[in-house]
């Protein structure tokens, strides 16, 4: 379920996490505050990787991510049985000036991707919450004044 809310872009990167995740082709661990519930299954743990993808799973330790476009691109099997949504995929790389924003609290997750592409091409700014009840909501912008919601 995807719904409207107030708008909490720039929020997101003054009160939340600017993660040190630097590099690309990679993803790192986040545990949630609830259980989230996607497609029948709930999960406590998200994979956030640099080419603007989150993996659900119940595990903190075993990375999704690897290899994962590559992999996915090539085998159409391990892309169905993905646990995963895509923000904003792309071939990108996280760094300090394009970094990755999460936001925690007990009602809602936000990350945030202010994703540069990896050929030099346009800066991508996407962001996903999720709420307890399974709603989420995204957000893309091309500049810190506004995101907009989809539906």
Same mark, same amino acid.
């Given at each position: 379920m995807m719904t409207r809310r107030a708008n909490t872009w720039s929020e997101v990167a003054t009160l939340g996490t600017k993660q040190e995740w630097y590099h690309d082709d990679n993803a790192w661990p986040l545990e949630l505050p609830f259980a989230f519930p996607f497609y029948g299954e709930t999960y406590t743990y998200i994979w956030i990787s640099s080419n603007g993808n989150i993996f659900f799973s119940n595990d903190g330790t075993s990375n999704p991510r690897t290899s994962m476009v590559n992999e996915y691109a090539r085998d159409e099997s391990k892309f169905s049985n993905a646990k995963m949504m895509s923000v904003c995929w792309c071939d990108s790389a996280s760094s300090a000036d394009h970094p990755i924003y999460t936001l925690?609290?007990?009602?809602?997750?936000?990350?945030?991707?202010? %994703?540069?592409?990896?050929?030099?091409?346009?800066?991508?700014?996407? %962001?996903?919450?999720?709420?307890?009840?399974?709603?989420?909501?995204l957000r893309y912008s091309t500049d810190d004044s506004g995101g907009v919601n989809v539906d």
């Open positions: 925690t609290e007990s009602d809602r997750v936000v990350v945030r991707f202010d %994703a540069a592409r990896d050929n030099g091409g346009s800066i991508i700014k996407a %962001a996903a919450e999720l709420k307890p009840d399974g709603t989420i909501i």
